[in-house]
């Protein structure tokens, strides 16, 4: 259910409107504007008393049942964007923002020279993973905690915010010492553990969509994340598995849109992965600016014929230097939309 108090209402009307619905059993979520508080309610319980009696108490404007199972993450409870903070940046807000590096730390001189080279080219956060989920055991497996350190080290030299894949709940307090963006990799959308862990963390989380999810898994996944204490999740469509065997996963393009409509959260695009060809990047790269994404991660790395690990889906330094050259225009006119939509709105 969502209740939606009155302008101005009094913190006192506000409160008791939450220990009414406490007494019903359910758990109370709280979002404050500037003007209007807006309060969520989960749980099992009597719906439709709960509902006529909190219609009667002062202060409430409305109270109505959301429809759609993930509640928190529905547009119904938050029509307005949500916008996720980074090291100065807004993600979900009137910026794209690019997060950009090599799938894997390998060694101080790849991450400081991807690193400085993807700053240079206009990218907001860097990515790499310091702890890596491999099909075969026998693969390589991240640096761990060293590869954490030279991220550290890597930002500390440009600048730019960290996104570092976390795999375990046993590793949430340990990744969210070294990064500022908290990755769920496809394999892990459904660790319901670890996605609990990262509701207490207070670090955003970047939740990639599973291989084989459907819209409505990621967002529920997204609920866990959410319903457990961190508003501030990213959706990313990275690509899912079909029949097709022309590129590594099939690129949901739509998914991108379809999620706008169902959820405040914002949504990110993983061309790199849903393609799994450094040719093909640049161009899904556009559609996802063109489609309404609210950025893109990318693989870059100096030297991809020699990539431990991903090599064949990065850019070349120089690639993505021309590529982010050639978003330039389309990403003016995205934000010519998103301030038409806004004032549309207001």
């Known amino acids: 259910m969502i209740v939606s108090m009155k302008l101005h209402a009094t913190r006192e009307e506000i409160d008791r409107v939450c220990e009414r619905v406490q007494e019903f059993g359910y758990r109370v979520h709280s979002i404050e504007g500037e003007e209007r508080v807006v309060i969520g309610i989960v749980g099992t319980g009597d719906v439709t008393a709960c509902l006529e009696s909190i219609e009667a108490m002062p202060g409430v404007e409305k109270a ?3 429809s759609a199972p993930y509640k928190f993450v529905s547009r119904e409870f938050r029509p307005a964007k949500t916008l996720v903070r980074v ?3 807004e993600i979900g807000g009137d910026q794209f923002i690019v997060m950009a590096g090599p799938c894997s730390v390998e060694s101080e001189r790849q991450i400081m020279q991807a690193a400085e080279a993807v700053a240079a080219a206009g990218a907001h956060l860097l990515r790499g993973g310091a702890f890596k989920p491999r099909t075969s055991p026998y693969d390589f497996q ?3 905690i060293d590869g954490l ?3 550290r080290k890597a930002k500390q030299a440009t600048g730019l915010a960290i996104v570092t894949e976390v795999m375990s709940d046993r590793d949430v307090e340990l990744v969210a010492e ?3 963006v908290m990755q769920v990799g496809a394999r892990n959308m459904q660790n319901f553990v670890l996605l609990k862990a990262l509701g207490r ?3 955003p989380v970047l939740l990639k969509r599973g291989m084989s999810s459907t819209i409505k898994e990621l967002l529920m996944s997204a609920e866990y994340v959410v319903a457990h204490g961190n508003p501030n999740v990213i959706l990313c469509e990275r690509g899912i598995r079909t029949f097709e065997t022309a590129t590594r996963n099939t690129c949901d393009i739509a998914a991108v849109a379809l999620l706008n409509e169902l959820t405040h959260l914002p949504v990110i695009l993983d061309p790199s992965h849903a393609t799994g060809k450094r040719s093909l990047v640049p161009a899904v790269s556009r559609a996802a600016v063109a489609i309404g994404a609210d950025g893109i991660i990318v693989e870059v790395h100096p ?5 431990i690990s991903d090599g064949a889906q990065s850019l070349h330094i120089e690639e993505f230097e021309a590529m982010m050259a050639d ?3 389309y990403i003016e006119l995205w934000k010519a939309a998103r301030m038409t939509l806004a004032a549309v709105a207001v």
């Open 64 to 66: 109505v049942r959301i």
């Open 87 to 89: 090291d100065g940046h």
């Open 142 to 144: 991240g640096m761990e």
């Open 149 to 151: 350190r030279l991220l």
């Open 178 to 180: 070294y990064a500022d």
């Open 201 to 203: 963390c207070g670090r």
């Open 303 to 307: 030297c991809p014929e020699k990539a």
């Open 327 to 329: 978003l330039a225009p």
